[in-house]
């Protein structure tokens, strides 16, 4: 069963910087492909980043191109999401995702295997 744990959310200001973190358990992390979605209150999930197995392809979405730096530890199978200059609408409920597959560019939620629970950051303004 593979399982996928978020940490590392929470309230931040405007400007600032947090790194999200996502472990996996069940499956070892180099055989998936890793990504973030995030939804905001009443707003549809969205891709926010990707990367491939062994991190050398790695995808975003618009909103946060230039700002957030998805990596991965195969060793620790742990995956990263570093957010700079955080702005208000990045507050969301943040998912870690897994695919069996690498697609490279915008990933949809059809093209995810597993799933974390989420967690939450909010960037206070």
């Known amino acids: 069963q593979v399982q996928l744990a978020e940490s590392g959310g929470g309230l931040v200001q405007a400007g600032g910087s947090l790194r999200l973190s996502c472990v996996v358990s069940?499956?070892?992390?180099?055989?998936?492909?890793m990504g973030w979605f995030r939804q905001a209150l009443g707003k549809e999930r969205e891709f926010v980043a990707a990367?491939?197995?062994?991190?050398?392809?790695?995808s975003y979405g618009d909103a946060v191109k230039g700002r957030f730096t998805i990596s991965r530890d195969n060793a620790k199978n742990t995956m990263y999401l570093q957010m700079i200059n955080v702005k208000p609408e990045d507050s969301a409920v943040y998912y870690c995702?897994?695919?069996?597959?690498?697609?490279?560019?915008?990933?949809?939620?059809?093209?995810?295997?597993?799933w974390g629970k989420g967690l939450l950051v909010t960037v206070s303004s």
């Open positions: 990367i491939s197995f062994s991190g050398s392809g790695s």
């Open positions: 069940g499956r070892t992390m180099s055989s998936l492909s």
């Open positions: 995702a897994a695919s069996t597959l690498y697609y490279g560019g915008r990933w949809s939620e059809q093209n995810v295997n597993y």
